[in-house]
Protein backbone atom coordinates (compact mmCIF):
# COMPACT_ATOMS: atom_id res chain seq x y z
CA UNK A 1 0.00 0.00 0.00
CA UNK A 2 1.74 3.46 -1.03
CA UNK A 3 1.69 6.49 2.10
CA UNK A 4 1.73 9.77 1.22
CA UNK A 5 2.59 11.73 4.60
CA UNK A 6 2.65 15.29 4.32
CA UNK A 7 4.07 17.71 7.00
CA UNK A 8 5.56 21.32 7.02
CA UNK A 9 2.19 23.45 6.53
CA UNK A 10 1.35 26.40 9.04
CA UNK A 11 0.50 30.09 9.39
CA UNK A 12 2.82 32.78 8.05
CA UNK A 13 3.01 36.08 7.25
CA UNK A 14 2.63 37.23 3.55
CA UNK A 15 6.50 37.39 1.92
CA UNK A 16 7.04 34.84 4.05
CA UNK A 17 8.27 30.95 3.41
CA UNK A 18 7.65 27.70 4.33
CA UNK A 19 8.50 24.08 3.29
CA UNK A 20 6.29 21.32 3.24
CA UNK A 21 7.71 17.71 2.98
CA UNK A 22 5.97 14.13 1.90
CA UNK A 23 7.57 11.00 2.95
CA UNK A 24 6.92 8.80 -0.08
CA UNK A 25 8.59 6.38 -2.06
CA UNK A 26 9.98 7.34 -5.22
CA UNK A 27 7.40 6.84 -7.90
CA UNK A 28 7.93 8.26 -11.91
CA UNK A 29 5.62 11.15 -11.40
CA UNK A 30 5.05 13.10 -8.20
CA UNK A 31 3.41 16.22 -7.21
CA UNK A 32 1.90 18.83 -4.96
CA UNK A 33 -1.97 19.96 -5.57
CA UNK A 34 -3.60 22.35 -3.14
CA UNK A 35 -7.24 23.35 -2.58
CA UNK A 36 -8.82 25.79 -1.36
CA UNK A 37 -12.62 26.17 0.27
CA UNK A 38 -14.68 26.10 -2.39
CA UNK A 39 -12.62 25.66 -5.36
CA UNK A 40 -11.12 22.75 -7.35
CA UNK A 41 -7.85 21.14 -6.38
CA UNK A 42 -5.62 22.42 -8.90
CA UNK A 43 -1.70 21.19 -9.38
CA UNK A 44 1.24 23.34 -8.06
CA UNK A 45 4.26 21.60 -9.19
CA UNK A 46 5.22 18.68 -10.59
CA UNK A 47 8.43 16.38 -11.10
CA UNK A 48 8.97 13.41 -13.49
CA UNK A 49 11.71 11.80 -12.18
CA UNK A 50 12.93 9.78 -14.99
CA UNK A 51 13.45 12.34 -17.13
CA UNK A 52 14.59 15.02 -14.90
CA UNK A 53 11.98 17.42 -15.41
CA UNK A 54 9.72 19.59 -13.45
CA UNK A 55 6.83 21.46 -14.17
CA UNK A 56 5.14 23.87 -12.11
CA UNK A 57 1.78 26.22 -12.72
CA UNK A 58 1.83 29.81 -13.34
CA UNK A 59 0.71 30.43 -9.64
CA UNK A 60 4.55 29.07 -8.63
CA UNK A 61 6.49 30.10 -11.27
CA UNK A 62 9.64 31.46 -10.18
CA UNK A 63 8.32 31.31 -5.98
CA UNK A 64 7.97 27.04 -5.45
CA UNK A 65 10.25 24.74 -6.32
CA UNK A 66 9.48 21.15 -5.98
CA UNK A 67 12.55 18.53 -5.43
CA UNK A 68 13.04 14.96 -4.36
CA UNK A 69 15.50 13.55 -2.14
CA UNK A 70 16.30 9.70 -3.25
CA UNK A 71 18.25 9.26 0.50
CA UNK A 72 15.34 10.55 2.74
CA UNK A 73 12.44 9.54 0.56
CA UNK A 74 10.85 12.87 0.64
CA UNK A 75 9.07 15.24 -1.74
CA UNK A 76 9.73 18.98 -0.68
CA UNK A 77 8.08 21.75 -1.64
CA UNK A 78 9.70 24.96 -1.40
CA UNK A 79 7.24 27.98 -1.00
CA UNK A 80 8.59 31.65 -0.97
CA UNK A 81 7.11 35.10 -1.39
CA UNK A 82 4.08 33.97 0.03
CA UNK A 83 0.66 35.73 -1.01
CA UNK A 84 -2.89 35.33 0.98
CA UNK A 85 -4.03 34.00 -2.12
CA UNK A 86 -1.37 30.39 -1.99
CA UNK A 87 -3.63 29.56 1.42
CA UNK A 88 -4.99 26.55 0.67
CA UNK A 89 -4.90 22.48 1.38
CA UNK A 90 -1.74 21.67 -0.18
CA UNK A 91 -1.73 17.57 -1.11
CA UNK A 92 1.26 15.46 -2.12
CA UNK A 93 0.60 13.09 -5.04
CA UNK A 94 2.38 9.87 -6.48
CA UNK A 95 1.64 7.71 -9.90
CA UNK A 96 3.63 5.51 -11.87
CA UNK A 97 2.42 6.10 -14.66
CA UNK A 98 3.31 8.35 -18.21
CA UNK A 99 2.22 11.63 -18.57
CA UNK A 100 0.23 12.20 -15.01
CA UNK A 101 0.63 16.08 -14.54
CA UNK A 102 -1.13 16.30 -18.08
CA UNK A 103 -3.97 14.64 -16.47
CA UNK A 104 -4.29 17.06 -13.70
CA UNK A 105 -6.46 15.37 -10.24
CA UNK A 106 -7.30 12.08 -12.57
CA UNK A 107 -3.54 11.76 -13.59
CA UNK A 108 -2.77 10.28 -10.12
CA UNK A 109 -3.60 7.49 -7.76
CA UNK A 110 -2.04 8.21 -4.56
CA UNK A 111 -2.96 10.58 -2.20
CA UNK A 112 -1.65 12.73 1.11
CA UNK A 113 -3.99 13.63 3.58
CA UNK A 114 -2.76 17.31 3.11
CA UNK A 115 -1.24 20.04 5.34
CA UNK A 116 -2.60 23.37 5.67
CA UNK A 117 -0.91 26.40 4.62
CA UNK A 118 -2.82 30.05 5.90
CA UNK A 119 -0.33 32.88 4.23
CA UNK A 120 -1.93 36.08 6.33
CA UNK A 121 -1.73 39.61 4.75
Known amino acids: QVQLVESGGGSVQAGGSLRLSCEAAEHSCMAWFRQAPGTEREGVAGIYHFVGKTIYADSGKGRFTISYDNAKKTLYLQMNALEPEDTAMYYC??????????????????WGQGTQVTVSS
Open 93 to 110: AADSGGDCWDYGVRGFGF
